[in-house]
């Protein structure tokens, strides 16, 4: 057996299926995050956010939060955020190695845009061999299933 043998086995990418769970439960607590964040913002400035540039920076902080959300949860966790733990996943480089912070926040950002196009970041899966999505070969990252 060869080691890239070895490493398929012991390295499995993770499904569809399991993505997507983790990628709910996250929602779910970076959801109450920026709920939260809402709540306090309404609070210090007491506005209801009626003007564009208003808007505009919301879009922009909640942004901000998912991009920190998850590079921080993905640094901190050894590539996993909560929801990830519980289905078993995790984040690696290409060469099951730790991925930079560089490449975690490129990541997180790509994910966002490329699941605003219609969720075609995670369709991409089902058209790739190695099961990678497109944020996972641009940002030179894979999902695996760890036991």
């Known amino acids: 057996m060869t080691i890239e043998e ?14 997507i769970l983790a990628l709910f439960y996250d929602s779910l607590l ?34 901000t939060l998912g991009v920190i959300f ?5 640094k901190v966790n050894k590539g996993q955020t909560l929801g990830m733990q ?3 996943i995790r984040i690696v480089g290409d060469e099951n190695n730790e991925p930079s ?9 790509l994910g966002f845009v490329f699941n605003l196009a219609f969720g075609s ?15 996972d070969l641009l940002s030179k ?3 695996i299933k760890i036991n």
């Open 6 to 19: 070895s490493l398929r086995e012991e390295y499995k990418p993770a499904s569809f299926l399991r993505r």
């Open 30 to 63: 970076l959801a109450g995050i920026i709920l939260g964040y809402l709540l306090i913002i309404t609070l210090v400035f007491g506005g209801t956010f009626e003007s564009i540039s208003e808007r505009i920076f919301l879009q922009f902080s909640y942004l």
């Open 70 to 74: 998850f590079t921080y949860f993905w």
């Open 86 to 88: 519980v289905w078993k």
């Open 101 to 109: 912070t560089k490449n975690l926040i490129y990541r997180s950002l």
């Open 121 to 135: 970041n995670y369709l991409f899966i089902f058209f790739n061999k190695d099961k990678k999505s497109i944020n």
């Open 141 to 143: 990252t894979k999902t």
